[in-house]
């Protein structure tokens, strides 16, 4: 048994204002803030002496690693993403940017946002356009049915509303 892997489909480069500003502000806190903290820290750890096994020291020296991998990625994405502005001509059938009520087949409402893959919270309903419900979403009015191939199997949604306004 090999541990190769397929490599992972491609991601929509596409984003919110909003998101790809959060996303600005997360690289310079990342370069200007946190990483020379962690630096300090790492030296500080590094000059109590033996250093196989200091703990602080080792636990430094991963945080600079996660720290660092998440400024390469921020580096190498942010320039790649399209910022998506403004809203689109038919305001009625749901796009990308769009806060989107549905209700499933048991008579459960729910409200999502279709948002970029670098910018999906659950936590606040933002679901990306990559996902199989957006997808299927994409395109339909207000009292549209469609059905989408979810984890758990195949789920039917109806459109209840389609509205475009800002991130909260």
Do not use: C
């Amino acid at each position: 048994m090999s541990r190769w892997r397929p490599p992972a489909p491609a991601s929509t480069a596409i984003i919110t204002a909003d998101g790809h500003a959060r996303l600005k502000a997360e690289l310079d806190e990342l370069w200007r803030v946190r990483r020379p903290e962690v630096v300090r820290a790492l030296a500080a750890a590094a000059a109590e002496g033996d250093r196989s096994e200091n703990a602080e020291y080792t636990y430094r020296k991963k945080q600079l690693g996660e720290i660092d991998r998440r400024v390469r990625y921020l580096g190498k994405r942010l320039p790649e993403l399209r910022v998506a502005e403004g809203e689109p001509r038919d305001r009625a059938a749901v796009y990308f940017g769009a806060w989107l009520s549905v209700e499933d087949e048991d008579g459960e409402e729910a409200t999502f946002r279709i948002v970029g893959p670098d910018e999906t919270d659950a936590e606040h309903g933002w679901i990306s356009i990559d996902s199989p419900l957006a997808r299927a979403a994409l395109g339909k009015r207000i009292g549209d049915e469609f059905e989408a191939q979810l984890p758990g199997g195949t789920a039917s949604f109806a459109i209840l509303g389609v509205r475009y306004e800002a991130l909260a």
